[in-house]
């Protein structure tokens, strides 16, 4: 008889190069390391969203013993038909395998859990929290109030914050408060062996990017989205081109709704020939290795992935100074912050972390290994598997 805790994890979509992001690669990794002798493990992405990268996640997943499946394609004409046809396929695969625990990572799967909730077999349901902003469903008034205010606190049986600010901010909702359903910290984490191992490019044009081989590479990933501050970013690097002699190129890894209106803004700064697009990519760790600093240009952020999959890798890194972002960097110790959305400082910053990069100790280099280190996906990994433990004994 099998004794193991089923859980099911629920993301966005398979597509972790494009609208699954950060959060889907969090999620996968954690499926992952999650002990198979305790766990019975399935992942479920809401949507199929078309893209060639899903199969070969899911192809993955499944190869190693992970049961990864998508609920419904996506439909973007009908997105409300999209959302009940992903929780119609759910229901019925849980029908299929009943589950012990439903684990969101998701605005939209926090939903899907809520209505899963309603159904028979599925008694526990929790969410973990990745968004920095402070506030949920910032565009929408009525959902923030109905789902994140009032449904949220009283429905799901933990929340999960993944940094001390997201939980900060969970905590002051005024039903929260009042029925102490606290929110939990467990901070985001990565798959350390696929950075550490990585040896650093010195020529450049190794990269296959039509780079040169002495150029300075100032590199970031994320979603083309407004949160990650690409618009000031590349304010910044118009600026750093015009100041520096040297060599210079900026690399942005990712796609998003922005990359259009990026691409434009690139063209009308006349810097195209200094910053590429990359578009989604597969091998984020081989970039890595030609990058000379990572910047994280964010308005705002959960707790970032990137920056630690920069400092996993060895490469210096330069965030703004935001709430996610504090509590990854200690200035002059792992990385440097700088003042958000100010163009102006952030091109000051990366011209004199340029100029200076030959001189960059190699301590502060160590410090962020260090970081992201205590950030493994096998050390959280660990403490979900406590905190689904305590639910089971609960039963």
Same mark, same amino acid.
């Given at each position: ?24 690669? /969090? ?5 992952? *390391?999650? +002990?198979?002798?305790? /766990? ?27 049961? *990864?499946?998508?609920? =419904? ?25 009943k ?6 990572? #998701? ?18 349901? @929790? ?20 789902? #994140? ?10 929340? $999960?914050?993944?940094a ?5 901010? @969970?905590?002051?909702?005024w ?16 798959? $350390? ?5 990585? !040896? ?7 990269? &296959? ?6 150029a300075?590479?100032?590199g970031?990933? &994320? ?26 190129? /900026? ?14 803004? =690139?063209q %009308?700064?006349?810097? #195209? ?22 910047v ?6 959960? /707790? ?16 703004? +100074? ?21 163009? !102006?400082?952030?091109?000051?910053? $990366? ?8 001189? $960059? ?13 205590s ?5 959280? =990994?660990?403490?979900y ?7 089971? %004994?609960?039963?």
């Open positions: 008889m099998d004794n193991r805790l089923r859980v099911l994890q629920i993301i966005y979509s398979f597509d972790i190069e494009g609208s699954g992001g950060g959060v889907a690669r /969090f999620a996968i990794a954690l499926s992952h *390391a999650l +002990d198979k002798d305790l /766990f019975d493990v399935s992942i479920c992405g809401l949507w199929d969203t078309g893209k060639e990268t899903e199969s070969l996640h899911l192809n993955e997943l499944n190869s190693l013993g992970v049961k *990864a499946f998508t609920a =419904a394609s996506w439909d973007e004409k009908n997105p409300y038909l999209s959302l009940w046809k992903s929780y119609q396929g759910l229901r019925t695969s849980i029908k299929k395998s589950v012990d625990i439903v684990h969101s990572h #998701s605005e939209f799967s926090d939903i899907v859990s809520l209505m899963l909730k309603l159904y028979p077999g599925v008694p526990i349901i @929790m969410r973990t929290l990745h968004n920095g902003y402070p506030i949920e469903w910032r565009k929408r008034y009525i959902r923030r109030v109905i789902l #994140s205010y009032i449904l949220y606190p009283l429905l799901f049986s933990k929340e $999960i914050g993944v001390r600010h997201v939980v900060k901010n @969970m905590d002051r909702r039903l929260a408060k009042l029925s102490n359903h606290n929110a939990i910290l467990i901070h985001n984490a990565i798959n $350390i062996g696929k950075f550490a191992i990585i !040896d650093h490019i010195s020529d450049k044009s190794k990269l &296959g990017l039509a780079i040169p081989n002495d300075v590479v100032v970031t990933i &994320g979603r083309l989205r407004i949160e990650k501050g690409y618009e000031t970013l590349l304010e910044a690097a118009a600026k750093v081109i015009q100041q520096t002699e040297r060599s210079i190129k /900026f690399i942005i890894i990712g796609t998003g709704e922005l990359a259009e209106t990026l691409i434009k803004q =690139a %009308k700064l006349n810097i #195209s020939d200094n910053v590429i697009f990359t578009g989604p990519r597969t091998d984020i760790e081989f970039l890595l290795s030609g990058m000379d600093l990572f994280s240009s964010s308005y705002w952020e959960g /707790f970032s992935t990137s920056v630690l999959e920069a400092m996993a890798a060895g490469v210096p890194v330069l965030a703004t +100074d935001i709430p996610g972002n504090r509590e990854l960097v200690e200035p002059g110790i792992n990385g440097w912050l700088v003042t958000s959305r100010n163009p !102006d400082a952030l091109a000051q910053e $990366i011209i004199h972390r340029i100029n200076t990069r030959i001189k $960059i100790k190699q301590e502060i280099i160590e410090q962020g290994r260090k970081v992201a280190f950030h493994s996906i096998e050390s959280v =990994a660990k403490q598997q406590s905190l689904y433990e305590s639910f089971n %004994k609960k039963k």
